[in-house]
């Protein structure tokens, strides 16, 4: 595929984000084969339901293949065609109406930390996934609108091992055992979310869980981290941590922490430090669980990274720029 087909302009997704009101997405994902080395790629199901003021537009994709495309219930093979690596052309749209598009495609597990990446530990031997999408790799595991100020509603269906851990930015809402020792976790939908900032994690992942509580407002905690390093890692100071800045930035912003649990999940592999996904904050495992007794300075970027990513959930989640020039205004 042509590399210059990945692009998105500024121009395109400012028209893109005049002539849609998007609604909700429902990601459906098919892990059940992430332990077996020989499956690289995953089954992905997309329904994104929206109101188009034009009667076309495209969803960003960047997958093995598309098996489907359906718009409002009728099957569209020339879309599902014309599929270049990076768009699936979405033709047909019912104008002023709400539609519904469900794209079923083929994605490839990662192994460059973009996307679905997938980490198997020489230490024993177990799988982990998890996802990294910042600024546009979403599109490389689910079909979505990919520019960060179309936000949705999304809802997670994740169908994986019965061995294995299932995370997203919401509670699951329901397990359901499955054939073959699977299971299938349904999360609750997220508020308004841009896609860059979804976020699933899968695996065998050790976990300790904990409380946030100031009057009647409770926040769930955890600390997750995969089983090979639970020894090293330190949940009391990262639910201390957590809990002091929940406190003051709750206050100091005058508007409660807004997206429901608070997960904090230390990753091999992990390409940057970390990454402020509401509900299921990513780091690096690398730079932030201590093999030894912690120096002061340890201790100290360890504190300033977890509430440097707090302060994102306020700003850049709650409140997201427009488009990429502006990264700045959430980053200060």
């Known amino acids: 595929m042509d590399n210059s087909l990945l692009n998105l302009t500024r121009d395109e997704c400012a028209h893109r984000s005049k002539v849609i009101d998007l609604d909700t997405y429902r990601?459906?994902?098919?892990?059940?084969?992430?332990?077996?080395?020989?499956?690289?790629?995953?089954?992905?199901?997309?329904?994104?339901?929206?109101?188009?003021?034009?009667?076309?537009?495209?969803?960003?994709?960047?997958?093995?293949?598309?098996t489907s495309v359906t718009v409002n219930g009728k099957d569209h093979p020339d879309d599902a065609k014309a599929y270049n690596g990076a768009r699936v052309p979405i033709t047909g749209l019912e104008v002023g109406k709400h539609n519904t598009v469900t794209v079923v495609a083929q994605c490839k597990y990662s192994r460059t930390g973009e996307g679905l990446?997938?980490?198997?530990?020489?230490?024993?031997?177990?799988?982990?996934?998890?996802?990294?999408?910042?600024?546009?790799?979403?599109?490389?595991?689910?079909?979505?609108?990919?520019?960060?100020?179309?936000?949705?509603?999304?809802t997670f269906v994740i169908t994986a091992p019965k061995a294995s851990g299932v995370f997203s930015n919401q509670d699951a809402v329901s397990d359901k055992p499955g054939d073959n020792d699977t299971h299938t976790v349904t999360f609750n939908p997220t508020p308004p979310l841009s896609t860059y900032l979804t976020s699933i994690a899968v695996g065998p992942y050790y976990v300790v869980r904990d409380e946030f509580k100031e009057g009647d407002l409770k926040i769930p905690l955890a600390a997750i981290c995969r089983e090979s390093m639970k020894q090293y890692l330190d949940p009391k100071e990262v639910f201390r941590v957590t809990k002091a800045g929940l406190t003051f930035f709750n206050d100091a912003f005058g508007y409660t922490y807004p997206w429901g649990k608070y997960d904090s999940i230390f990753l091999p592999e992990y390409n940057i430090g970390a990454m402020e996904h509401p509900g299921l904050v990513t780091f690096s495992e690398n730079a932030y669980i201590f093999r030894g007794t912690p120096t002061t300075m340890q201790r100290e970027n360890l504190a300033n990274v977890i509430l440097h990513e707090m302060t994102h959930m306020w700003f850049g989640d709650l409140s997201t720029p427009r488009w990429w020039n502006d990264t700045w205004l959430k980053e200060r």
């Open 27 to 66: 990601i459906e994902l098919d892990l059940h084969a992430i332990d077996d080395p020989k499956t690289t790629t995953f089954a992905s199901s997309s329904t994104v339901e929206f109101t188009p003021s034009e009667d076309k537009t495209w969803l960003d994709l960047v997958a093995d293949s598309v």
């Open 117 to 154: 990446h997938r980490f198997t530990d020489t230490a024993d031997g177990k799988t982990y996934a998890y996802t990294h999408f910042e600024p546009t790799d979403a599109r490389r595991m689910y079909a979505c609108f990919e520019q960060p100020d179309l936000k949705a509603r999304i």
